[in-house]
C-alpha cells in the first residue's frame, strides 16, 4: 500500500465513538444501571499491617438492607508455594490484593464487602463488620523495609537465605563492566531516587455484576481486558469462564492501573449470594489508598566515557517497590534503562521489594521510566564534563539497526537515531533562552508488545462494514482501525462501523496496553478484511463465471484483472453484498492471531523550563516530543499520546508524589493533594512524528502510548540544572525542593 | 442513615432561629464549596442545613455613599467580580476570593464561607485583614460587629458565638491613591491550597506610603495581621530597606507547621519574598488611581 | 427523614425529583434523573468532571445540594447539542482529536461553552486558567486548548 495514494490512513477521521463521547451518552462503567440493582461497599483495613485473626460479619448481615456479605472465605486460594501466573500477575497475589487473606497488608486493603439496597446501607454495614486484628510494625519506604529490624511482609518470601522483603531480582548483562570501566576516561556515578505516583484516571474504578439463578454472571466493568476480567473472576470465584461474559464499558483512563481487578470478584461473588445485580463504584480516596499507583525507587548509576563521548560501560542498580504484594516493574527498570544505546559492556539489576502500600499496578511503559531516569541524568553530566552537546553524545553511542541491546535483542530497523536528529534539528532547540530559564534533553524506549488479538469483519446486506474488535479502545484506536479497513477495501471510512467486542462475542484477545491496540487489532483486522475481499472476489467471479485469479478489488469494486479476463461492469461492495447468498453464505471472516513483529519504540524529549529563584516554582515553558512511531494510521490520536504521556512525565518529574504520615496512611488521596498538571501549568506540547514503518507489520505500525512518558522526567530535570545550574537527584522537584538546593548552593558559593 | 435537614428562610430572623436550635449539628450553606467537601469525607454529618442564599443582606453589594462597601457574607466570588466597582476599588480583596479553587468554585465560594469555615490558608482572608474589613454577625443575641482580624481564632475555628451568622463585610472608604493586592504561593499554577498568602493594602502620596496594612495567611494558625510589616512601609517610599524590613517582619511573624504542602522553613522564607511582591504591586495600582 | 419535592428546569425542561437533605445535584442527576452525562471523578469540587452551569454559572454539581436547585436554570452536558445539530465545540473537538478516553470531556465542554458565552475572545492564558479546573490526564490539554480556541475565532467569525 503506497503512502502517496491512501486515502484514510494518515487521516485525522473523526472517531466513531466520538459523537456519544461529546454528548454524555457514551456509557462508562458507572452510568449503567439494571433493574434490581443494589450497591456494593468495601471495608478496608484501618491499619498499615495487621494479622486478621478473626471477621465477624454477622451483624452486618442482619442490618436491614444488607443481601450479601464477602470475605476471603468467598475467594479461591492460590497457595503460595505454587506460582500461577497469568500474563504478568501472579493469581497467588491477585487473590490476596482483591481482598486481604492471613494478612492486611497496606491500609486500605479490602477486608470484606457488602452489598446492600443503598450505597449509604452498605457503608453503615460495613462498619458493623467486627475484624479481630493484631496490628503489626510497617515499613513504607524501600530503606525501611531493607532494614535490618525490618517487619517481613511474609514469612515465605526470601532472600539469600532469610526472610526478606525482597521479593525477587532480574539482571542483564553484556561485555564486562568492570573493564569497560577501566577504559574510561570520566566515570560518573550518581544516587537516583523517586517517590511513587499514580496513574491518575479520572474515571474511578467501577463494575455493575449480574449473576443469574443458574450461575451465569455478566459483568460490565471499566477495565483494560474485558479477557483478563473473565480469567481473573473466573480464577478468583470458580466460576467457569464460560459461564462468565465480561463486556468492556467505555473507559475512562487506564494507563495500565486497568489491567487487574479490584471490584469485579467481589460485586461477582455478592450478586450471586444476593440474586441481584451489584454495582461497586470506587471513590477517588480509595482509588488513591487502595488501586495499584507505580512504585517508588532507589537507583544507582555508573557510567563511563571516553573523552571523544564513546561509553565503555553503563550499570543500572534499581530497587524498586512493589507494594504489600510481589510484582514491582523490575523488567521494565532494567529491559529499558539502557536501551536507546550501544554499549559494549553494561549491567542492569533490579530488586523487587515489599512494603505496607498498596499492591502496585502497571503505570505506562512499567518500570521504564525510573530505568531511564537516572541513565538520562548520568549522561546529561558526562556530556557536560566533556563539553560535548547532549545530543550529539547520545547521537555518538546510540542504537541502530543491528545493535545488540543490554537486555538482549538485536534492533531492526528504527528510528531513535532520526528522533535525536530531528530533535537536533527543530527550532526548539535553536531558540534563545532568557535568564533563570534552561534547556534540557532525553531519550527513553519501550518494548511494545503483540500479543493476541481476534477481529470480525462483516459485510451488511446493504453493503457497509461492521468491524468487531477485542481491545477496550483508550486512546481512540477505533479511530486508526476503521481508518486501516476502509483503505483496504477502498470505501469512504463512513461505511465503516468499529465495535468492541465482549468476551462472548470476539475471540480472545489480549489487554488494551503495552502500546499493542493498534499494532495488534490492525494485523487482525488486515487478515479479516483480506479474507473478505477474497469472497467477494470470488463471488464476482462467479458471477461472471471466470477465473477467481483473474478478479481484483479496487476502490470498493470487483474488477475482471484486464482485457483477457473479460469484459464486465465492475461490482461495487453493495452489489455484491445484494447477491451473498450466491456466495454460499454471509460475506465475512475472522482472525484469531497471537501477533508478533512489534519492536521497541524510541523517544527523545526537549524541554524548557523557568525557575523562580525566590520560590522554587518550575514552569514549563515549551515541550517536544520527538519520536518514531513506525506509521501514524491516525496522526491525532498519535500525537495525542505523545502530548498525554509528556504532560504525565512533568507531573511525575515536579509535583506529583505519595505521601505517607507516620501511621503509613497515604496523607493525599485526592486530587486537591495529589497534583497532577492543570491546564493553567502546561504550555502546547509540540509533536515531531517519525514514520520508519515497522518492516514486520502491514502497515509498518508500531506501538506509540508508552514510549512518551519514559524521557520527560530526565528532560524536565536535566532543564532545572541548564536553568539553575543544580543537579536534582530525586524526584519530585517540588518548590521547597528547589529552593532549598538553591539556597544551599548560594551559600556554598 | 442521616437525619440532616435543609431549609432556605427568605429572612435572617428565620435563618438564626433554625441555625441556633439546630445546636452544634447546624450548619449554614452558602456555595458549600467547604461544607459539602466536609460532608462527603464524613468530617461533619449536619443536623440541619441553614441555606442563607435566599436573604438579600447576606446576598447583596452596597457601594456607600462615603465610598465604601457593604458586601452580603454570602455573596459569590464571581458574582462580585461582576459589580462594576467593587474590583477598582478592591482589587486584592477580589483576587484573594477569586483564586480560591477553580472557575466553577468562584461561581459559589463566597468571603463568607472562606472566613467562617477557619482555615489558616484561606485565601479571601488575608486581603480583607489588611483592608480593614468589619464583618457584622447576627445571632440569638443580637447584632455585632467584629473585625474580620479577629474573626478566626485557630484552625477551623471562629470567634463567632454560638447560633452567630455571618451577615455582611463592610469595607472602609480610604483616601485617593490607595489600593491593595493579595499574592499566594502555591506549588502549581491554580487548584492548590496556599502555601503563604498575602494582603497589602496601601496608600501613595507623592511616591511615599502613609498608611499601609498587612495580612498574612497559611503561616500560623490564623491569619495574621503583621503590624511590625506595615510600619515598615508606612513613612517609606517602598524602597528596598523598606520592603526588605517589612518581608523579614513577616518572615518573624511567622508560625507555621511542617505539612504536606510546606515545610517551617519554605513558608518563613516565601512570606518575606511574597511581601515584597505584593507591596509592589499594591503600590503600582495605588499610583494609578 | 423525609425526601424534599423540587421543581427545578433542567436543559430547558420543567423537571421534578425528590432527594434526600444531604443529596448532591450529581448524585440526583445521575441516579435519579438517568442524565450520566455528568461523571464523578473525585466528588470534592477537584476535577470539574461534574461540571454543570446553574443559573448561567459554571458549577460543581458534587458542590451543590440537589435541594438548592428548586427554581434554578441547570444545563449540563446533554442540553449543549441541539437534537443531531451538535455545538460547534462538540465538532471542534471532534475534528481536532480533543478527546481520548472521553471522561473529562462533558465537563470540559460545559466549562468552554460557558467561557465563550462570557469571554468570546480568550487568549491562551484565559483559556487555560478557566478550565484549570477541568482535569484531564489523557490529553495533556493542547488538543484541548486549540479546539476551545478554534472555535472561538469560528463563532466570532460567524457572529
Redesign the interface.
Known amino acids: 500500500m503506497s503512502e502517496t495514494t491512501n486515502k484514510w490512513i494518515g487521516q485525522n477521521t473523526i472517531r466513531p465513538d466520538g459523537a456519544p463521547k461529546v454528548t454524555g451518552s457514551a456509557a462508562f462503567a458507572a452510568d449503567t444501571n439494571m433493574p434490581g440493582m443494589i450497591w456494593g461497599s468495601v471495608l478496608r483495613s484501618p491499619h498499615a499491617h495487621a494479622r486478621i485473626k478473626s471477621i465477624d460479619t454477622s451483624k452486618a448481615e442482619a442490618h436491614p438492607g444488607v443481601k450479601a456479605v464477602v470475605t476471603a472465605a468467598d475467594i479461591v486460594d492460590f497457595p503460595v508455594d505454587t506460582p500461577f501466573p497469568l500474563g504478568i500477575q501472579d493469581m497467588r497475589w491477585m487473590c490476596r490484593n482483591v481482598m486481604a487473606r492471613e494478612k492486611a497488608l497496606f491500609h486500605g486493603h479490602p477486608v470484606a464487602a457488602v452489598a446492600a439496597t443503598s450505597e449509604a446501607i452498605a457503608a453503615e454495614a460495613c462498619k458493623l463488620i467486627e475484624v479481630d486484628y493484631e496490628v503489626l510494625p510497617h515499613a513504607i519506604e524501600i530503606d525501611d523495609a531493607l532494614a535490618p529490624d525490618a517487619p517481613i511482609l511474609h514469612d515465605f518470601i526470601e532472600f539469600e537465605g532469610k526472610p526478606s522483603n525482597i521479593a525477587g531480582t532480574l539482571e542483564h548483562t553484556k561485555g564486562d563492566i568492570e573493564a569497560g570501566f577501566a577504559e574510561a576516561d570520566v566515570i560518573i556515578e550518581r544516587d537516583f531516587t523517586t517517590r511513587p505516583v499514580h496513574q491518575g484516571y479520572i474515571e474511578p474504578h467501577a463494575c455493575l455484576v449480574s449473576v443469574a439463578a443458574d450461575g451465569k454472571a455478566t459483568i460490565w466493568s471499566s477495565s483494560q481486558g474485558q479477557f483478563m476480567v473473565r480469567a481473573m473472576t473466573g480464577l478468583l470465584t470458580g466460576i467457569p469462564q464460560s459461564d462468565i461474559r465480561a463486556i468492556p464499558a467505555e473507559i475512562g483512563g487506564g494507563f495500565g492501573g486497568k489491567t487487574i481487578v479490584y471490584l469485579e470478584p467481589l460485586a461477582t461473588i455478592l450478586s450471586k449470594k444476593s440474586g441481584r445485580p451489584v454495582k461497586m463504584v470506587m471513590t477517588r480516596e480509595e482509588v488513591m489508598r487502595a488501586s495499584g499507583p507505580t512504585s517508588g525507587s532507589k537507583s544507582t548509576i555508573k557510567i563511563g566515557a571516553k573523552k571523544d563521548g564513546t561509553i565503555t560501560a553503563a550499570e543500572g542498580i534499581y530497587w524498586l517497590q512493589a507494594g504489600g504484594l510481589p510484582g514491582s516493574p523490575i523488567r521494565g527498570a532494567v529491559g529499558c534503562a539502557l536501551a536507546p544505546y550501544d554499549i559494549p559492556n553494561g549491567r542492569t539489576f533490579g530488586y523487587d521489594v515489599v512494603s505496607n502500600r498498596s499492591k502496585v499496578a502497571a503505570y505506562r511503559a512499567p518500570g521504564a521510566p525510573i530505568g531511564a531516569f537516572g541513565i538520562e541524568c548520568v549522561l546529561d553530566e558526562i556530556a557536560e564534563e566533556l563539553g560535548m552537546d547532549p545530543l550529539d553524545l547520545r547521537l555518538k553511542n546510540a542504537a541502530k539497526e543491528g545493535t545488540q541491546a543490554v537486555h538482549g535483542p538485536t534492533y531492526p530497523l528504527m528510528g531513535y537515531v532520526e528522533s535525536l536528529e530531528a530533535a537536533k534539528a527543530h527550532d526548539h532547540y535553536k531558540a534563545p533562552l532568557g535568564p533563570n530559564q534552561g534547556r534540557g534533553v532525553a531519550s527513553g524506549f519501550w518494548f511494545n508488545a503483540g500479543g493476541e488479538s481476534s477481529a470480525q469483519v462483516n459485510i451488511t446486506e446493504d453493503g457497509n462494514v461492521v468491524v468487531t474488535t477485542g481491545h477496550p479502545d483508550i486512546g481512540g484506536s477505533r479511530a486508526g482501525i476503521a481508518n486501516i479497513c476502509a483503505e483496504l477495501l477502498g470505501i469512504d471510512y463512513r461505511r465503516v462501523s468499529v465495535l468492541i467486542g465482549d468476551t462472548a462475542t470476539i475471540g480472545f484477545s489480549n489487554l488494551t496496553g503495552g502500546s499493542r491496540v493498534l499494532f495488534a487489532s490492525s494485523i487482525v483486522v488486515t487478515e479479516s478484511t483480506n479474507n473478505v475481499i477474497g469472497t467477494l472476489c470470488a463471488l464476482a467471479a462467479k458471477i461472471w463465471d471466470i477465473d477467481p485469479e483473474a478478479v481484483i478489488w479496487e476502490d470498493g469494486e470487483a474488477r475482471p484483472a484486464g482485457a483477457n479476463a473479460g469484459q464486465f461492469p465492475p461490482l461495487t461492495l453493495e452489489e455484491l453484498a445484494a447477491r451473498a447468498n450466491e456466495s454460499g453464505g454471509p460475506i465475512g471472516a475472522g482472525a484469531q492471531i497471537n501477533t508478533t513483529g512489534a519492536e521497541g519504540g524510541f523517544g527523545t524529549h526537549i524541554c524548557d523550563v523557568e525557575v523562580d529563584p525566590e520560590l522554587g516554582t518550575v514552569q514549563v515553558l515549551r515541550y517536544t516530543v520527538l519520536q518514531d512511531v513506525g506509521r501514524a494510521v491516525h496522526p491525532s490520536y498519535v500525537e495525542g499520546q505523545m502530548q498525554g504521556g509528556a504532560v504525565q512525565a512533568i507531573g511525575w518529574a515536579l509535583n506529583e508524589e505519595y505521601i505517607y504520615n507516620k501511621n503509613g496512611h497515604v496523607d493525599n488521596p485526592g486530587f486537591l493533594d495529589y497534583r497532577m498538571p492543570v491546564a493553567s501549568d502546561m504550555p502546547m506540547i509540540d509533536t515531531h512524528i517519525i514514520e520508519i514503518p515497522n518492516p514486520k507489520h502491514p502497515q509498518g505500525v508500531r506501538g506509540v502510548g508508552e514510549v512518551p512518558l519514559v524521557p520527560g522526567l530526565a528532560a524536565v530535570r536535566n532543564a532545572i540544572h541548564d536553568a539553575v545550574g543544580v543537579r536534582f537527584n530525586d524526584l519530585p522537584m517540588s518548590p521547597p525542593v528547589v529552593l532549598d538546593a538553591l539556597d544551599m548552593a548560594e551559600a556554598a558559593e | ?6 431549609m ?1 428562610p427568605q429572612t435572617l430572623d428565620e435563618a438564626v432561629t433554625a441555625f441556633a436550635a439546630g445546636g452544634e449539628a447546624a450548619r449554614i ?1 452558602a ?3 467547604d461544607l ?2 466536609q ?3 464524613g468530617m461533619v454529618n ?1 443536623g440541619v ?1 441553614v ?1 442563607v ?1 435566599k436573604i438579600t443582606e447576606l446576598n447583596s453589594i452596597e457601594e456607600t455613599a462615603d465610598g465604601g462597601f457593604v458586601v452580603g457574607a454570602a455573596v ?1 466570588g ?1 458574582v462580585l467580580e461582576e459589580h462594576p466597582t467593587f474590583g477598582k476599588v478592591w482589587p486584592g480583596v477580589l483576587e484573594g476570593l477569586n483564586l480560591i ?5 468562584q ?2 465560594a463566597s468571603l463568607g464561607g472562606n472566613l467562617c469555615n477557619g482555615s489558616p490558608a484561606a485565601d479571601g482572608v488575608p486581603a480583607m485583614v489588611a483592608a480593614g474589613a468589619v464583618l457584622t454577625v447576627q445571632g440569638p443575641n443580637g447584632r455585632r460587629d467584629i473585625p474580620v482580624k479577629d474573626v478566626p481564632t485557630g484552625p477551623g475555628k471562629t470567634s463567632l458565638a454560638p447560633g452567630e451568622i455571618a451577615v455582611c463585610f463592610t469595607f472602609p472608604p480610604r483616601p485617593a491613591g490607595s489600593s491593595d493586592a493579595y499574592l499566594r ?1 502555591i ?7 496556599a ?1 503563604v498568602g498575602v494582603g497589602v493594602n496601601l496608600t501613595m502620596k507623592d511616591g511615599v506610603c502613609t498608611d499601609a496594612s498587612v495580612g498574612l495567611g497559611a503561616v500560623a494558625p490564623t491569619v495574621l495581621l503583621v503590624e511590625d510589616a506595615a510600619k515598615a512601609l508606612i513613612g517609606s517610599k517602598l524602597d528596598a530597606a523598606a520592603l526588605d524590613a517589612a518581608a523579614a517582619a513577616c518572615s518573624a511573624a511567622c508560625n507555621p507547621i511542617d505539612d ?4 517551617i ?2 513558608r518563613t ?2 512570606a518575606g ?1 511574597l511581601l515584597k511582591r505584593t507591596a509592589a504591586i499594591a503600590a503600582k495600582r495605588a499610583a494609578g488611581v | 427523614m423525609a425526601k424534599l419535592h423540587i421543581s427545578t428546569t433542567i436543559n430547558g425542561e420543567p423537571t421534578e425529583y425528590l432527594c434526600a437533605p444531604d443529596e448532591t445535584m450529581l448524585d440526583v442527576l445521575r441516579n435519579g434523573l438517568g442524565l450520566t452525562g455528568s461523571k464523578e471523578g473525585c466528588g470534592s469540587g477537584d476535577c470539574g468532571a461534574c461540571s454543570i452551569t446553574m443559573d448561567g454559572r459554571l458549577v460543581c454539581a458534587c458542590l451543590v445540594l440537589a435541594a438548592e436547585a428548586e427554581g434554578s436554570e441547570i444545563e449540563t452536558i446533554e442540553g449543549i447539542a441541539d437534537g443531531e445539530a451538535l455545538h460547534p465545540l462538540q465538532q471542534k473537538f471532534l475534528e481536532m482529536a480533543a478527546l481520548q478516553c472521553g471522561i473529562c470531556t462533558p465537563g470540559m465542554l460545559v466549562a468552554a461553552k460557558s467561557l465563550l458565552e462570557q469571554n468570546p475572545n480568550p487568549t491562551e492564558t484565559e483559556v487555560r486558567y478557566w478550565l484549570a479546573g477541568n482535569l484531564c490526564r489523557c490529553t495533556g490539554y493542547d488538543k484541548i486548548i486549540r479546539a476551545v480556541m478554534d472555535t472561538a475565532a469560528d463563532m466570532r467569525g460567524a457572529a
Open positions: 442513615m442521616t437525619d440532616t435537614q435543609y432556605a450553606l456555595g458549600g464549596t459539602l467537601v460532608m462527603g469525607a449536619p442545613i441555606d442564599k459569590a464571581a479553587g477553580s472557575t466553577q468554585i461561581g459559589r504561593m506549588p502549581r499554577t491554580e487548584m492548590d491550597i502555601v504536606k504542602r510546606g515545610t522553613a519554605y522564607k516565601v519574598v
